[in-house]
Each structure stands twice: as structure tokens, then as C-alpha cells.
């Protein structure tokens, strides 16, 4: 019988199964900085907002087209720990269901 659902990743330091995805730390720091750019007028607009449309593009294409793994935590622990893409879009389908 096939792992459905939470039973494909587990925490390797305590074993839980409750995990979650983490995001890329470029995209947050990009995207506030494009936020800051956006509300700060004239200096947020000729400086913030450009460097972080510039720098949050790149990010955001290399997370998700080209990384082949996926940043996970565990909610009990708060272990971060690295699985495959494709594991990560299995767990995804099979929680969907």
C-alpha cells in the first residue's frame, strides 16, 4: 500500500510527521523591499522599489523553476530540514485529496 498524505515526510530529528513548506529568505527580504519601495515616496520609488523588482524576479524564478529542492520545517520541533521537489509536489496532491 502506498504513504498517502502526511506519511510521505517526516522529521528526521524527531520523527513527527506535521511539517510545512518555508519560504526563500530572498523572496521575503525582495518583497519587502519592493513593498517599502512602493509606500516611501520619491526615494522608495527611484531606489527600493527598482532593486527589489530587480532582485525579487531572479529569486522567484530560481525557487520555484530551477531549485530541485524544497525547504521544509517541522511544527513541533521547528527542525529545517531539505526534501526533493518532486516528494514535495506528491505530499501537495496527496493532502489536496
Known amino acids: ?8 515526510v517526516h522529521c528526521p ?11 526563500s529568505v530572498l523572496l521575503q527580504i525582495f518583497g519587502a523591499l519592493t513593498l517599502a519601495g512602493i509606500i516611501i515616496p520619491v526615494i ?4 527600493l522599489f527598482p ?17 530541485k529542492k524544497t525547504r521544509m520545517v517541522c511544527t513541533q520541533c521547528k527542525h529545517k530540514f531539505v526534501i ?8 501537495k496532491k496527496h493532502l489536496k485529496n
Open 1 to 8: 500500500m502506498e504513504p498517502k498524505g502526511q506519511q510521505l
Open 84 to 91: 526533493s521537489t518532486e516528494l514535495y509536489k506528491t505530499l
Open 13 to 23: 530529528s524527531c520523527g513527527f510527521n506535521g511539517v510545512r513548506r518555508r519560504e
Open 44 to 47: 522608495g520609488w527611484m531606489v
Open 51 to 67: 532593486i527589489g523588482v530587480i532582485g525579487f524576479l531572479p529569486a522567484g524564478v530560481y525557487e520555484y523553476l530551477i531549485s
